[in-house]
């Protein structure tokens, strides 16, 4: 299951975005039955978790964006989405969309932040 992010880009300071990630290739039931979540790597940092939300809708966050960022998904159309409010430099980081499917992968999409 291939895990397609979009939505990344260079926003100011204290601006919004939203991320979406597609599951391409996935079973419905598969996509439905799994948790999906979403992590962040910085330049020189290592990477680390943002959020996930679980099958039942369960969300966890970082203590970093919690209050800022919601985490949500569309099971019929295989999404889950990050979005992203009172952004701040330090969020600038490549985000990856990651799920507990086996076999599942992703490139990032690359979220850039301007003071």
């Known amino acids: 299951v291939q895990l397609q992010a979009s939505g990344g880009g260079l926003v100011q300071a204290g601006g919004s975005l939203r991320l979406s990630c597609h599951a391409s290739?996935?079973?419905?039931?598969?996509?439905?039955?799994?948790?999906m979540g979403w992590d962040r790597q910085a330049p020189g940092k290592e990477r680390e978790l943002v959020a996930e939300?679980?099958?039942?809708?369960?969300?966890n966050y970082a203590d970093s964006v919690k209050g800022r960022f919601t985490i949500s998904r569309d099971n019929a159309k295989r999404r889950v989405y990050l979005q992203m409010n009172s952004l701040k430099p330090e969020d600038t980081a490549v985000y990856y969309c990651?799920?507990?499917?086996?076999?599942?992968w992703g490139q990032g999409t690359l979220v850039t932040v301007s003071s």
């Open positions: 939300i679980s099958d039942s809708g369960t969300t």
């Open positions: 990651r799920s507990s499917i086996p076999g599942s």
């Open positions: 290739g996935s079973i419905l039931s598969v996509f439905n039955s799994n948790m």
